[in-house]
């Protein structure tokens, strides 16, 4: 089975950075492709970003493309979300994702494809 924990949350103003990390144990995070979702009060549940294991392919979510990178280390079997220049509007719980094999980029926003989801990190930006 599959664990997915995050990690980096936490409480900044508008303009900083913060670098989310999650763990995975139970499969090779190679074989997975990976990302990170968000959700507001109120709000859908979001992609944000993702990378395939096909060729490490990357998708953003339009808001947060050339703010936030997606990377990965295998050796350490994490996954982290790199944000830069935070803005309120990315106040969300945020959760890292897995799916087994390759997803294509146009694909990766689909929940369903994901089979396991960590608990969650909260991120809250001030203005």
């Known amino acids: 089975q599959v664990q997915l924990v995050e990690s980096g949350g936490g409480m900044v103003q508008a303009g900083e950075s913060l670098r989310l990390a999650c763990v995975a144990s139970?499969?090779?995070?190679?074989?997975?492709?990976m990302a990170w979702f968000r959700q507001a009060p109120g709000k859908a549940r979001e992609l944000v970003g993702g990378?395939?294991?096909?060729?490490?392919?990357?998708a953003y979510a339009a808001s947060v493309k050339g703010r936030f990178t997606i990377t990965r280390d295998n050796d350490k079997s994490t996954v982290y979300l790199q944000m830069n220049n935070l803005q309120p509007e990315d106040t969300a719980l945020y959760y890292c994702a897995a799916a087994r094999g390759a997803t294509t980029t146009q694909s990766m926003r689909v929940l369903r494809l994901y089979s396991y989801w960590g608990t969650g990190t909260q991120v809250t930006v001030s203005s």
């Open positions: 990378m395939s294991t096909l060729r490490d392919a990357t």
């Open positions: 139970g499969r090779a995070l190679s074989s997975m492709t």
